[in-house]
């Protein structure tokens, strides 16, 4: 047996004042604690009616509430294990340099933040061409009686869509995410459901943020790309020089000459220092990704 939609009205004030005392906390923390803390509560409520179906809605659902714990306890527990899960994610100190400017050599994040901008145009030409995919065929199904539940399907798809794309950014990025979809109502019915999934928020969010992981992505992708290119052609030239002895020759106002071991020497420098300052450029520009996502696919508490 469902719970009766009587027992919304006090299930949604215990949310409330759940959302309260998590106030102060990460809006991704908040979703994810009101989003468990409501499929839980469902779910004993739901248990507990099917194995006393004569029983008062209202008693049943105060011992829910009672054996669950006060807003409160709940609050802090959420507060105690997100403290616990981060001490435990969080990697091992990078041994220290001298040099502050090197100590991204030893940053993980710097090198996972690199791999995202790498791949960022293939996740980018997924997402738009999703987008764009299912507003063309909602548009083109709407006079058709299969075009509404369609346009449904889009619209939750591009939901969990996004909600993957919030995993990847925490952890390619290292930016606290929603690890729980938010919940439509329940018990209300199919329309009341697609209310909620058409004037949320974070639906359209969801939405413009995957039409707009293209344009991010193939810039990204173009940058880093030649940065590494250029990077990289300094680096192994001196090498391919001095071991296989192939020639590194230079180009200066219409002459060729071969560059001896001082320049390579420069560019060998160059090269490395280079690709310190793509590390930074990287962890920079992820930090600005990170912080757009959350803006974008996370609602304020």
Not at 81 to 110: C, D, H, I, R
Not at 134 to 140: A, D
Not at 235 to 263: D, K, M, R, S, Y
């Amino acid at each position: 047996m469902k719970v009766e939609r009587t027992l919304d009205e006090p299930l949604g004030a215990y949310l409330e004042e759940l959302r309260a005392a998590l106030a102060d906390a990460d809006p991704a923390l908040v979703q994810d604690a009101l989003a468990d803390t409501e499929a839980h509560l469902r779910a004993a409520l739901d248990a507990a009616q099917e194995a006393e179906p004569g029983a008062d809605g209202g008693a049943v659902l105060a011992g829910v509430f009672e054996a669950y714990g006060t807003p409160g306890e709940v609050a802090e527990a959420w507060r105690t294990t997100e403290a616990t899960v981060q001490k435990a994610l969080k990697p091992p100190p990078a041994p220290q340099s001298g040099v502050p400017f090197f100590g991204v050599l030893w940053n993980l994040k710097a090198y996972t933040s690199l791999f995202y901008m790498l791949t960022s145009l293939v996740t980018g030409i997924f997402a738009f061409t999703w987008v764009t995919t299912g507003l063309s065929l909602s548009l083109g199904l709407a006079v058709l009686i299969i075009g509404v539940p369609f346009f449904l399907f889009f619209m939750t798809t591009t939901r969990i869509l996004a909600l993957a794309e919030g995993r990847l950014v925490e952890v390619l990025l290292d930016v606290r995410m929603p690890r729980r979809a938010r919940l439509l109502p329940q018990g209300e019915g199919l329309f009341a459901r697609a209310k909620a999934l058409l004037t949320d928020r974070t639906t359209w969010f969801s939405v413009l943020y995957l039409a707009l992981k293209l344009p991010l992505g193939l810039a990204t992708f173009t940058v880093f790309s030649v940065l590494l290119s250029l990077s990289g052609a300094f680096i192994v030239a001196p090498f391919g020089h001095w071991i296989f002895g192939l020639p590194v020759v230079n180009a200066w106002e219409g002459h060729q000459f071969a560059v001896g071991t001082p320049g390579l020497i420069v560019m060998l420098l160059f090269g490395l220092l280079g690709f310190v300052a793509i590390l930074h450029l990287a962890r920079g520009v992820g930090r600005l990704l990170g912080a757009l996502a959350k803006l974008m696919l996370v609602p304020k508490a």
